[in-house]
């Protein structure tokens, strides 16, 4: 989950264990998600997304879950590797229009570190 | 890093002046946006653009300005104003501001530390 403050969530794992990642999300009119890893020092990379009309989309060894009645959302990575460590952030988009113009919203992250 | 580049990747600036951050993308991509990240945070919007010769204002804009006189192009000036300027800066852009469903790509920063 996330955070308040300086102390991210943190993950430790075994090389070749599934991760789960959780993240609460705050607004109930966000309808677009997407999960970026970003490893030290590096700009984040784009992992996974999913739409608000959808409970789960897979990709290639990550699964994203989302429970729009609880506002949670989680990102499982298969066979973890050790390649994998970084921290994780959902971004939760509340649709265009009105005053808003659909700007993305960051988590604090969590730390996944795998283990070899 | 998705066709967008930042530099310089570490900066070093004395109190009291100002710098500038550059960031350029050649994915023909009409949103640009600059964040801050600071340790153990997470990203935090400084200014974003919808198109050439527009830009406005996001959850931290004081102390920062930005122009966009060319699409590919979104420097950040972090002025004197700026309390607190040391922090990693993220330069991502996206297709189109307003579309639903429109990932953002991101730079591989710049790392800003005032001596």
């Known amino acids: 989950g996330e955070s308040v403050g300086l102390h991210l969530p943190t993950l430790s794992v075994q090389e070749g264990d599934n991760s789960i990642i959780n993240c609460a999300y705050s607004?109930?009119?966000?309808?677009?998600f997407i999960w970026y890893k970003q490893e030290s020092g590096k700009g984040p990379q784009f992992i996974i997304d999913i739409r608000s009309n959808m409970d789960k989309r897979q990709g290639q060894r990550v699964t994203v879950l989302l429970n729009k009645t609880v506002k949670h959302l989680s990102l499982q990575i298969a066979a973890t590797q050790p390649g994998d460590s970084a921290v994780y952030f959902c971004?939760?988009?509340?649709?265009?229009?009105?005053?808003?113009?659909?700007?993305?919203?960051f988590g604090q992250g969590t730390i996944l570190t795998v283990h070899p | 890093d998705g066709g967008i580049t930042q530099s310089p990747k570490y900066l070093f600036r004395k109190e009291g002046q100002n710098v500038t951050l550059s960031c350029e993308q050649n994915?023909?991509?009409?949103?640009m946006y600059w964040y801050r990240q600071d340790p153990g945070q997470g990203l935090r919007l400084i200014y974003y653009s919808q198109i050439v010769n527009d830009f406005q204002k996001g959850d931290i804009a004081e102390g920062y300005s930005v122009s966009r006189e060319k699409k590919e192009s979104f420097p950040l000036t972090v002025t004197s104003a700026q309390k607190n300027p040391t922090a990693f800066y993220l330069c991502a852009s996206s297709p189109n501001l307003a579309a639903s469903y429109n990932e953002q790509f991101f730079g591989p920063g710049t790392r800003l530390t005032v001596l």
């Open positions: 994915l023909n991509h009409d949103a």
């Open positions: 971004a939760e988009k509340v649709e265009a229009g009105g005053t808003s113009y659909g700007k993305l919203t």
């Open positions: 607004n109930s009119a966000s309808d677009y």
